[in-house]
């Protein structure tokens, strides 16, 4: 080892330590920033971490308090049973559908916060009445009547003082520098290296910087618990505050951790030649420090508050207190440990080294142990550095445990998913008046029973008569086109109809699901729409495919009835084509239905032509030995597959062909077919009437999931 001397010696000594010490300050600043950055000031990640806070039982109470206060003040005669009303929310907040819609509440909280002029925070959870009625449907149906839909639940938290404010005019400058997180930690870590140069002796250089590391990731690791202890003290409603305190914070612990394990890897490694820890023996010093009164006036005072400052903190946090004593017992055993593995690689370099003749006298072996010993130790910094860069490190809490009904789906991209689908989903014999129908049942049951792609029809309608008139640009050129579609038996059908729908118009032009001619069955579009979202709110988990032969109908007022329906907050906006988001992203992100357009999908962001995004099969089977697997529209250029599986009998679609074609064994014969042939996996299965044969059960057997 080399040891300076004189003024020039002390003057590097004390370089040293005020480099260290800034370092270690600059290092644990930017630890905390970058922190900060993934998990409080990225929007996503705030709101999974708001949901994580429901799970404690202040924050759900408060929650809780705030949907019953909102039912009430809308129905008081619902005062008498609100007792039963909380109780059922307090379970309803625990499910994953309730803090689906709080983290969307979430999300518009953060954008509120984070923008200028903010003085409440107002966390406006949505659906709540929803999912009251439908937690309410099966046991008290005549009290579920009575919860209104458009309940929400308000937190609200006035921002409008100067230190609220200032604290929010701080986060937003944050916000805006979180790239400075990088540069304070390589800041730091050079600092430290500096510093840890310039001391006198190597080894306590190493050893300075290694307690200045292990005491920054101590402070890190505390910083939760005595958050939460402040909030509690602190806040009028402080276990509720505690309890989010605790859902942002607790993971600073573990980082917290690892940056201290680095400080002690260094520390040991700097005393690797020194003699062996006794433990027994250090904590009997230190208990010695604390019981034995101090020589001076001024340690004494802070003897006897540290003393009362344990002593509380035992009898208010025994179990903190516990966990405390025994990370301070493992620290000292871990640290004993370390030194000695690298006692023994110092032992065992030093045979090699000799053995090979390379290393003679006492300066040798010297500058050979100080290699060892630094270069393990740094390589265990930047392991340590390493891990905490690493996403896994922070991993983002989040509630999503299936996707589409299957875990194994959740880390899958939408191109490498089959979602099982309805060719006409609108069209279905439970619909009242419907002629021709392709499927048993309506599209809020499709989805139900486990369809996952609706293809649809939307046209422009007009209420008279008592029915839906068909909205035509030009009846010739309409006629022609839906005969190609509905067979000439459809179209006089229709327009026999049509025929007895004379008089004034009962209400407004507007888009209606139908199948070429509304004569034949319709159904306002927003309201269809509104009962998807209702399943979308109750059914956190799941992704749709939305294919719209769209006819006539401009996408701006297919826009708006998404707008009106609300079912546009859970609308897919990135880009349709490869790299695809996984399923659990598109979750977590309440982005859960693609739309695509047949035809016109101009001036809507998201909202996408079909066949630039999809490749398909042909549609026209007469018969089932005619299925094909051949290119049609989309060509071969689309990142999506869809099989079109049914038989063209028009104007009236046949169960009994389903029943042959939807049959396990045909169906997933063809699946496979086309996914040799084409060389993709089928995206969407489509077929007419879905409960005929298992098209749910052979999308889940190519997804290979139970």
């Keep these: 080892m080399t040891t300076r001397v004189g003024g020039g010696g002390a003057r590097h000594d004390l370089a040293s330590k005020v480099l260290v010490v800034t370092g270690a300050v ?13 998990a409080l000031f990225d929007p996503n990640a705030f709101a999974e971490r708001a949901a994580r806070s429901l799970e404690h039982p202040a924050v759900a109470a408060l929650v809780s308090d705030a949907v019953v206060d909102e039912i009430v003040q809308s129905r008081p005669d619902l005062i008498a049973v609100r007792p039963m009303i909380f109780a059922l929310t307090r379970t309803l907040v625990s499910s994953d559908a309730f803090r689906a819609v709080f983290r969307r509440a979430a999300r518009e909280a953060h954008r509120v916060a984070f923008s200028a002029g903010t003085e409440q925070l107002l966390l406006s959870v949505p659906d709540v009445g929803v999912l009251v009625r439908s937690a309410l449907a099966q046991s008290q149906p005549a009290l579920a009547d009575k919860i209104p839909h458009g309940v929400r639940a308000r937190v609200a938290a006035d921002l409008g003082g100067a230190g609220p404010q200032f604290l929010l005019r701080l986060l937003r400058i944050a916000a805006d520098l979180r790239w400075l997180s990088d540069a304070g930690l390589a800041l730091g870590v050079v600092l430290l290296a500096c510093g840890g140069a310039l001391a006198p002796l190597r080894r306590r250089g190493l050893l300075r910087v290694g307690v200045a590391v292990g005491v920054a990731g101590v402070v890190l690791a505390t910083i939760p618990a005595l958050g939460t202890v402040f909030w509690a003290l602190r806040s009028s409603a402080g276990e509720a505050v505690a309890g989010v305190w605790s859902a942002f914070a607790d ?87 370390l030194r000695e593995c690298f006692h023994l690689l110092v032992l065992r370099g030093e045979a090699l080294a000799g053995a090979a003749g390379s290393a003679t006298g006492a300066r040798a072996r010297a500058s050979l142990r100080l290699a060892l010993v630094s270069g393990t130790a740094i390589a265990l910094v930047i392991a340590g550095i390493v891990y905490l860069h690493w996403p896994a490190s922070l991993p983002t809490p989040g509630g999503v445990t299936a996707c589409n009904g299957s875990a194994d789906l959740c880390d899958r991209p939408l191109d490498a998913v089959v979602f099982p689908g309805a060719h006409n989903a609108m069209s279905a014999a439970e619909q009242p008046g419907w002629m021709f129908p392709n499927h048993e049942r309506g599209i809020p049951a499709q989805l139900r029973d486990g369809i996952r792609a609706l293809l649809f029809d939307v046209h422009y309608g007009i209420p008279v008569g008592g029915g839906i008139k068909t909205d035509l640009v030009n009846e010739e050129q309409s006629r022609a086109k839906y005969a190609a579609v509905l067979g000439e038996e459809g179209v006089a059908a229709a327009m026999r109809i049509r025929d007895r729908l004379v008089g004034a118009p009962d209400g407004p032009r507007q888009p209606y699901l139908c199948h070429g001619f509304c004569e034949l069955g319709a159904h306002p579009l927003v309201p269809m729409l509104a009962e998807i979202r209702r399943f979308m709110v109750e059914n956190p988990g799941e992704v749709l495919v939305f294919v719209i032969e769209d006819a006539d109908v401009a996408a701006a007022d297919v826009a708006a009835a998404f707008a009106d ?46 066949f630039e995004v999809m490749q398909e099969t042909p549609y026209s089977f007469k018969a089932a030995d005619e299925f094909s697997c051949a290119p049609n529209r989309g060509g071969t250029a689309g990142s999506l597959f869809l099989v079109n599986h049914w038989i063209d009998s028009a104007p009236a679609p046949r169960p009994s062909n389903a029943a042959i074609v939807n049959a396990r064994d045909f169906l997933l014969r063809r699946a496979q077919q086309c996914e040799r042939e084409r060389g993709r996996r089928p995206n969407v299965l489509a077929v007419d009437f879905y409960r005929s044969g298992d098209v749910v059960g052979v999308a889940r057997e190519l997804n290979g999931v139970q």
Excluded at 26 to 38: D, E, I, K, N, T
Excluded at 267 to 283: K, L
Aim: proline share 5%; net charge positive.
């Design 565 to 610: 329906s609300g079912l546009i907050e859970f609308v897919f906006r990135g880009q349709p084509s490869p790299p695809w988001p996984t399923l659990r992203e598109m979750i977590g992100a309440d982005a859960r239905i693609v739309v695509l357009a047949e035809n016109d999908a101009r001036g809507v962001p998201w909202y996408h032509q079909a």
């Design 251 to 337: 993971d600073l612990q573990r980082q917290g951790i690892v940056v201290a394990a680095i400080g002690l890897a260094c520390a040991a490694a700097a005393t690797s030649w020194a003699e062996r820890v006794d433990v027994e023996a250090t904590v009997r010093r230190a208990w010695d420090v604390l019981r034995q009164p101090a020589r001076t006036p001024i340690r004494e005072v802070l003897r006897a508050l540290t003393l009362t400052a344990l002593g509380v903190a035992t009898v208010l946090y025994p179990g903190t207190m516990l966990r405390a004593l025994a990370a301070m017992v493992g620290a000292l055993l871990a640290f004993e440990g």
């Design 26 to 38: 600059v290092l644990a600043g930017g630890l905390l920033f970058a922190y900060a950055s993934r």
